[in-house]
């Protein structure tokens, strides 16, 4: 009885997100360059149901001020970057400039909580999840944890990629399997710029509606790395408690990017420099 009210719930979810399908963008700000959404955790769900609910197919980047940073030094990511579907503020530094620029509802959309938030809302609908990425295992252990938790989640399938870009027969192998699970829903668990580009080339080769990079999410979820505390999280120092778990791997990403992405900013809301957003 249950699950038969939970099939119920997630058909009118469905419903509902078709009955709201003409919708407005939502408000975006410049970060360097970069178009960042103004929006918090619910209304990205609330945008996301509706695109897929509408078969909008479109990639979802979840950027904070390393994806900024990389994005300052190539033009070719920064305009993947602008091309997305949503590009949603990850960081505490991004999200107090959205709150500066578009008001206090803007909030963190963390990709750890975009995918457990997902998840649970396409609980008991035929709305598939597929997971790209992570080391040899993970894709996998990943999908069974979430099943665990989401009892009604329709898992589609994993692969785990290389460390290096597919070849033609992974390609084609990738494509392939896709296209027999034909999840609404691929998510990419690489590591930016990794994960962007992966998703801005494949997105149109991929039988699936939306495709969402998530980077850490894969390894938070399944136990392999420990995320931050909340309040760490809020207080925009979980930048050190990840560089104290992964300092071989982070400690160029956050020694150097992060001062000199303070110094753009300050030149940028000074006006003494202009970072103008290039059309797509």
């Known amino acids: 009885m249950k699950y038969g ?11 509902k997100m078709k009955m709201k399908e003409e919708k407005t963008d939502p408000p975006e700000f410049n970060v360097l360059g970069v178009a960042v959404s103004g929006i918090n955790l619910e209304s990205t769900k609330t945008l996301i149901l509706q695109a897929l609910a509408a078969g909008r197919k479109g990639y979802i980047c979840v950027t904070g001020v390393h994806g900024v940073s990389e994005a300052r030094k190539d033009p070719a990511f920064r305009r993947i970057l602008n091309s997305a579907f949503l590009n949603t503020p990850d960081g505490m530094p991004l999200v107090w400039l959205g709150k500066h620029h578009c008001g206090p509802e803007v909030n963190r959309v963390y990709g750890p909580d975009l995918m457990i938030e997902i998840c649970s809302a396409t609980e008991n609908t035929s709305y598939g999840h597929y997971f790209f990425g992570g080391a040899p295992g993970v894709a996998e252990t990943l999908g069974k ?21 597919l070849n033609t027969a992974e ?10 699970a034909r999840p609404a829903i691929v998510w990419v668990g690489l590591s930016t710029p990794k994960q962007e580009r992966f998703m801005a080339a494949y997105l149109d080769k991929l039988d699936t509606t939306l495709m969402l990079g998530v ?3 894969f390894d938070f979820h399944t136990g392999r790395v420990r995320q931050a505390p909340k309040w760490i999280q809020r207080s925009g120092f979980e930048w050190f408690y990840r560089l104290c778990q992964e300092p071989k791997r982070l400690w160029k990403r ?8 303070l110094l753009k900013i300050a030149l940028q809301t000074t006006g003494l420099k202009k970072f103008p957003i290039e059309p797509k």
């Open 5 to 15: 009210k939970g099939i119920l719930k997630g058909s009118r979810l469905i419903e």
């Open 145 to 165: 944890e979430l099943k665990k938790r989401f009892s009604g989640i329709e898992i589609a399938g994993f692969y785990t990629p290389p460390f290096r870009p």
């Open 171 to 180: 390609e084609e192998e990738l494509i392939n399997r896709v296209r027999e």
């Open 215 to 217: 980077g850490a999410a």
């Open 254 to 261: 956050y020694l150097t990017n992060n001062p000199r992405f």
